[in-house]
């Protein structure tokens, strides 16, 4: 009976934190703690404002979660940020009458790692819908860390997602996005310009992904062959959508782990993420199927290193269909010391003229984005 009460009683605060957050008030004390786990805010209406449509999750980083040396998996956060952009996406899509769908992802843009994220501490992850066209729903996801023990908060991340409807009648079939309504007419320019540019940057990359990372026999030290890596997954049903087909935080977990192993063999010190490249994703991968992730250094600085990585599906209780790219991206990670210290990188020694173009493209890269750093850097006029 006492139980029952407590159940009776924890249901009704529920219930009065969702009508206050629905209402636009702030939520405090018990009623707040009792929500934290997930918040979802809507208004009423049919359409949609942008950041009208928000969700939070929290989840407490444990040591499966970390490497050797405390810091969290990059990979571990990106599988956060995906799984919150689905959600928001999928409930989005689904939020008028009609065919039911679930969001698939199509598109990661860059992400920075800002700060690691460490055992013990809380990763917050907020989602929110910033544009939709009429097949694709643009997600902004922001990740904050906090000390639990302190109180203090930072942020670690901030990304871009893309979503397509896909119906869970066809998988094949794309399905309409219910649309938003901007409160000022700049806010849809500025995102259908987005759209359009991370539409085409997606099809050029899907027509470079032709080459293979083949393996080599007693390569040298600091060469593009000692540390390239591979990973074989077997798609299984816990990492799968309804549809069958694999979640894209699932993929984005295995392309990091390879990143960081041909990192950590490169440099042989402790490794964090530090940045990924757009990630795309060119064709969906179904259950049953054998990936295989593999990675391979591009570029190195003084301080960082970039790692291509490339994601292929074998169906192989299909015949009828072949080998295929199903993603692709870069990955920057940087080598610390014990003490948490940037560490130089060792120099890339590219070999052959593919790995002397690749390092020239990666310099390339990183020279725009470090441009692009100090032009924010520079205080305002």
């Not at 930072?154 to 399905?175: C, F």
């Not at 890596?229 to 799968?240: A, K």
């Amino acid at each position: 009976l006492i139980t029952m009460k407590l159940l009776a009683r924890a249901l009704r605060l529920c219930e009065v934190a969702s009508q206050s957050l629905v209402a636009g008030q702030e939520c405090v004390g018990p009623r707040e703690r009792c929500w934290a786990a997930m918040r979802v805010v809507r208004t009423r209406t049919e359409l949609l404002q942008p950041g009208h449509c928000v969700i939070t999750m929290g989840r407490i980083m444990r040591p499966d979660d970390a490497n050797v040396a405390g810091n969290v998996h990059g990979g571990t956060i990106l599988k956060m940020i995906e799984e919150a952009g689905a959600i928001i996406s999928t409930r989005h899509c689904n939020s008028q009458n009609g065919e039911r769908c679930v969001a698939a992802l199509a598109r990661v843009e860059r992400t920075d790692f800002l700060s690691p994220m460490c055992i013990g501490e809380v990763a917050h992850v907020s989602a929110e819908i910033t544009y939709t066209s009429k097949h694709s729903v643009e997600v902004q996801v922001n990740v904050m860390s906090e000390n639990i023990l302190t109180g203090t908060k930072r942020l670690t991340n901030k990304a871009t997602l893309w979503y397509v409807p896909l119906s869970l009648k066809n998988v094949d079939k794309v399905l309409e996005v219910p649309p938003v309504v901007y409160s000022r007419q700049e806010q849809e320019e500025e995102g259908r310009k987005r759209y359009e540019a991370q539409k085409l940057e997606r099809m050029e990359t899907k027509w470079r992904n032709g080459d293979i990372v083949q393996p080599v026999l007693n390569p040298e030290p600091n060469t593009v062959s000692y540390s390239q890596s591979s990973l074989i997954h077997l798609v299984g049903p816990s990492d799968c959508t309804l549809h069958g087909f694999v979640h894209g935080g699932v993929t984005m977990k295995l392309m990091d782990e390879v990143a960081g192993i041909v990192a950590a063999r490169h440099c042989k010190t402790n490794i964090v993420t530090a940045s990924v490249d757009a990630i795309n994703f060119h064709d969906k991968i179904r259950k049953g199927c054998v990936i295989t992730i593999s990675g391979r250094m591009t570029f190195t600085s003084n301080k960082s290193m970039e790692i291509e990585v490339l994601v292929d599906a074998d169906p192989v209780v299909d015949n009828s269909q072949k080998r295929y790219r199903a993603a692709s991206a870069f990955f920057t990670y940087v080598s610390l010391s014990q003490e948490g210290k940037p560490l130089p990188v060792p120099q890339l020694v590219p070999e052959t003229e593919d790995e002397k173009k690749r390092f020239e493209e990666g310099k390339g890269r990183y020279l725009q984005m470090k441009a692009k750093r100090q032009g924010h850097a520079e205080p305002q006029p």
